[in-house]
């Protein structure tokens, strides 16, 4: 991550970070995304003065300031708007009702079994087409498609049958 990246998650959660690299690099970004220590090379050591109970403090959009950003922010949080993410029957898997999801256990045993064998079977459906053998090439990638579900050779094998549309 770059250091852009550490003062930007500092400031959006109005908190201190301490990033140390083991090839040196290292820092200290208070919670407005400021950099309060920095070091070069790998034994450096950092020192910055911390003051826990401030820094949190932030203007708003009417002109205000508010002492703690983050209990405000935590103040007016909506739980409903995330109640999708603990519901067991959220309302997309409505539309989802007719797609097979295979078990964990399947499902690990399709990516295993897809990263060797079906793999090795794709390049030998595209060397069949390569050769001529559309016929066969297709079924290959048929097979494949209804075997291996919505793991990656399953998709990849249907963006290929897609493509015998347009041939």
Do not use: C
Not at 8 to 27: E, H, I, M, T
Not at 75 to 88: M, T
């Amino acid at each position: 991550m770059s250091r852009v990246t550490f003062r930007a998650r500092a400031a959006d959660n109005f908190l201190y970070l301490v990033v140390v690299f083991r090839g040196g690099g290292s820092l200290i970004v208070g919670p407005k995304g400021e950099i309060l220590s920095e070091g070069g090379g790998p034994d450096d050591i950092l020192f910055a003065d911390i003051d826990i109970n401030s820094g949190r403090d932030a203007g708003d959009a009417l002109g205000g300031i508010t002492d703690d950003y983050r209990a405000r922010l935590f103040q007016e949080r909506n739980p409903v708007a995330y109640q999708i993410l603990v519901d067991p029957e959220p309302p997309v898997l409505a539309k989802l009702k007719d797609v097979y999801v295979p078990s964990i256990e399947t499902a690990v045993k399709l990516m295993q079994e897809g990263i060797t064998i079906g793999s090795d079977a794709y390049k030998d459906a595209e060397t069949l087409l390569a050769d001529g053998k559309v016929e066969e090439a297709r079924n290959l990638f048929e097979e494949l498609s209804e075997h291996y579900g919505t793991i990656w050779i399953g998709n990849a094998a249907r963006r290929k049958l897609k493509e015998f549309a347009y041939r």
